[in-house]
């Protein structure tokens, strides 16, 4: 899978998210989004002409791992962590509900927190660096 490169990586992930709730991954670390994506990939039935294309090819070569790295998979899956509210009339961006607590450095990452940045991308940037603080 390292091989290859992120469009490859991307059509296969457009692939698989007819099989697996892109949606329910809640997780904003690298590590916790690998998990959570594994996890779906094995509920998923494996089977199919094209061995290829079964979930047991996708889990032995590591395609979770690939996947977190990938910048757009992530954005994408950053992206329903985030929902916009309104407070005292301007709109801001917050850590989204069912979003999992996270701990790094001492400062914790939680459902309701405030992100900095007037746009929806700003504010996914602003969520990807505080949770690659820890390397």
Avoid: H
């Amino acid at each position: 899978m390292d091989s290859l490169d992120e469009q490859e990586i991307e059509s296969i992930w457009q692939r698989e998210k007819k099989y697996i709730d892109a949606r329910k991954i809640k997780s904003v670390t690298k590590a916790g989004i690998q998990q959570e994506i594994l996890e779906q990939l094995r509920g998923v039935k494996a089977t199919g002409r094209n061995p290829q294309s079964n979930t047991d090819f996708l889990i032995n070569r590591n395609f979770s791992v690939v996947a977190s790295k990938n910048p757009n998979i992530r954005k994408e899956l950053l992206q329903d962590n985030i929902q916009l509210i309104k407070v005292k009339g301007q709109e801001r961006f917050q850590v989204a509900k069912g979003t999992k607590t996270v701990y790094l450095n001492g400062k914790k990452i939680k459902a309701g927190q405030f992100l900095s940045g007037k746009t929806k991308a700003d504010a996914i940037k602003n969520l990807e660096t505080k949770a690659d603080a820890v390397k």
